[in-house]
């Protein structure tokens, strides 16, 4: 278990076939096998099945008493299919504190992780357990997805029961926590699943670079399965460092790193469905998230028929240029992003709809904004901008510029200390005058309310543009 797990339900241990290996596991011998070895030597050995990890109810500050009870896996329920599950309320009281035994591995540490069980009906206990589900079914809970969206049955037509097994696997792994990819294999043995093809390091890149070898035909094949007439798609780029030697691996590259970090990256695109929130397709390339010249060409190997599906692509502007925009329009493609502020366009319909908005714009209740659509043309495409604006955005964003303002007039106070100080900084903000009096030069502000209402005059306004 991990600090992040809430432990809801427990099992009673069963009082046959059950043994314990060390201090924090449970398990239950399959079989027993035993081998003559030259020189009369016998060779026994046993296949275990592990069921679940060992709980510790917590007496007082220091004492601990083991229980009968313990956290089961998936193969406890395989095993023994009638044994009941209780919650952990039902067996110590509300408010009850337990911990599973963790094996100490590595540098010394505590050898318990606590999980304290809040006060909770039924009803509570069981929504828990379905936001936190307990490590040992993180696999169930993969498994059944992967097969209830087809993913399953896809992968194994084309990698195989074995890979397949190990993808859905390292899926759990994965979303379980923070793991690195070398403690898979420990993780698999943990929860009786017979995955051992990660032993070495070799065996890792071996496996992943056989997997490159089926990639193209398993994007092409869900992309089919995915993608529907008339979607929305979601179309996001992001980057990701890399340890990678970029010797041996052609989509690494360094460039504009939002961490800092001095590592060259590669660029994941992910397609999502708008509706569903199911991913469509998924592309590397080189380069970095400032690189927008593989847009067009991602974009229509994610979606071959798009123009012919009419389908809607919503994307961020910063990962396009005009060009694209151009070309996907010629190409019938709608599309929808965001209009930056600070362009000339942006201020061109705040112009417009200044003082308007309110009195004749349209109200969504929902969204508790108000709308103006302008026909305008943006990056030579002739487009509708969909122009919001929100009170509260509003409040927000004017309350930040205000603090501007009274943070220069602080600054302009100590201008008469500092004569030589720099004045060009304050002017956006104040009005400033300098008065010399007999060879004395001093310096009076007070905050422009023309500049503050110029500056805010974008406040609680954003705009999305659609093309037509």
């Not at 030069?441 to 007070?446: K, L, N, R, W």
Request: hydrophobic share 30%; net charge negative; with cysteine.
């Amino acid at each position: 278990m991990t600090k992040n797990n809430e432990i809801t339900y427990i099992a009673k241990r069963p009082a046959t076939k059950t043994k314990r290996d060390g201090d924090h596991l449970y398990y239950v011998v399959e079989y027993y096998r035993t081998e003559s070895k030259s020189g009369n030597s016998i060779y026994a050995d046993s296949k275990r099945r592990y069921i679940g990890r060992v709980v510790k109810k917590k007496l007082n500050n220091e004492e601990y008493e083991h229980t009968d009870y313990f956290v089961p896996n998936e193969i406890f329920a395989e095993i023994f299919p009638e044994a009941k599950l209780y919650t952990v309320e039902e067996i110590f009281g509300d408010g009850a504190v337990i911990d599973t035994v963790k094996k100490t591995r590595g540098r010394p540490r505590s050898n318990v992780s606590r999980s304290s069980i809040p006060k909770s009906n039924k009803k509570q206990a069981v929504r828990t357990d379905i936001e936190k589900v307990t490590s040992p079914f993180y696999h169930y809970v993969a498994k059944y997805l992967s097969e209830d969206i087809g993913l399953n049955s896809l992968l194994l037509d084309i990698y195989g029961e074995k890979s397949t097994n190990t993808l859905v696997a390292l899926a759990a792994f994965y979303h379980e926590g923070s793991n690195a990819v070398r403690r898979f294999e420990r993780w698999a043995k943990e929860h009786n699943l017979d995955e051992d093809c990660f032993s070495t390091s070799q065996d890792i890149s071996k496996f992943f670079k056989e997997l490159d070898q089926g990639i193209d035909d398993f994007r092409e094949e869900w992309a089919m399965l995915r993608s529907t007439p008339n979607m929305s798609v979601i179309y996001d780029v992001t980057s990701h460092n890399s340890y990678a030697d970029k010797t041996l691996n052609e989509f690494v590259e360094y460039g504009y790193s939002r961490g800092d970090a001095s590592l060259p990256q590669m660029n994941f695109a992910l397609l999502i469905d708008q509706d569903t929130g199911m991913p469509v397709n998924f592309d590397l390339f080189r380069g970095n998230t400032n690189d927008v010249t593989h847009f067009k060409h991602s974009f229509n190997k994610l979606v071959p028929t798009a123009s012919e599906n009419n389908v809607e692509v919503v994307c961020d502007s910063g990962c396009t240029s005009k060009e694209i925009f151009q070309e996907l329009d010629k190409d019938r493609i709608k599309f929808t992003t965001l209009l930056r502020e600070g362009t000339n366009l942006f201020d061109e319909c705040v112009d417009q709809v200044y003082g308007k908005i309110i009195p004749q714009g349209k109200y969504l209740f929902s969204e508790e904004v108000y709308t103006m659509v302008l026909p305008v043309e943006y990056c030579g495409v002739q487009v509708d901008a969909t122009v919001f604006y929100s009170h509260e955005l509003c409040a927000k964003e004017t309350k930040v510029i205000s603090n501007k303002f009274l943070k220069a007039l602080k600054a302009a106070e100590e201008l008469n200390k500092n004569p030589n100080k720099e004045l060009k900084k304050l002017e956006p903000y104040l009005n400033i005058k300098q008065i010399e009096v007999n060879g004395n030069v001093s310096i009076e502000c007070e905050i422009s309310e023309e500049k503050f209402k110029e500056q805010t005059k974008h406040c609680g306004i954003f705009v999305i543009i659609n093309s037509v």
